[in-house]
């Protein structure tokens, strides 16, 4: 059964370029442990919220955008056997994050 790995993530939006320069690193070396497939997208109408919101869920400051993406596996355990390798890949860290990674929410779900 297939396994999504869902996150959002604050990025100052003057870091646009650098995060599509970052996000084609990790793409690359997803795939390469095993990601059926890895999408995001750039927050473009998010409604605000006095209790909830994605602004909200992530803390996000003035100058910054909520980035949502997804990560396929083709199962909870290929996922965590990835994560383990990438863990210790130096290649994670080639480029610089361009965000605040504290502040990213992550979690893991299984098909309906």
Avoid: C
């Amino acid at each position: 059964m297939k396994y999504i790995d869902g996150y959002l993530i604050p990025v100052p939006t003057a870091n646009r370029d650098l995060y599509r320069e970052h996000l084609k690193q990790a793409q690359l070396l997803f795939k390469e442990y095993g990601a059926l497939e890895m999408s995001e997208f750039w927050g473009d109408d998010l409604p605000p919220g006095k209790q909830t919101s994605m602004q909200l869920a992530v803390d996000m400051q003035e100058g910054e955008t909520v980035v949502f993406g997804l990560i396929a596996w083709e199962s909870k355990e290929s996922r965590d056997a990835a994560w383990e390798k990438l863990r210790g890949e130096e290649r994670m860290h080639d480029t610089p994050m361009p965000f605040d990674g504290k502040r990213m929410i992550h979690g893991g779900f299984t098909e309906v």
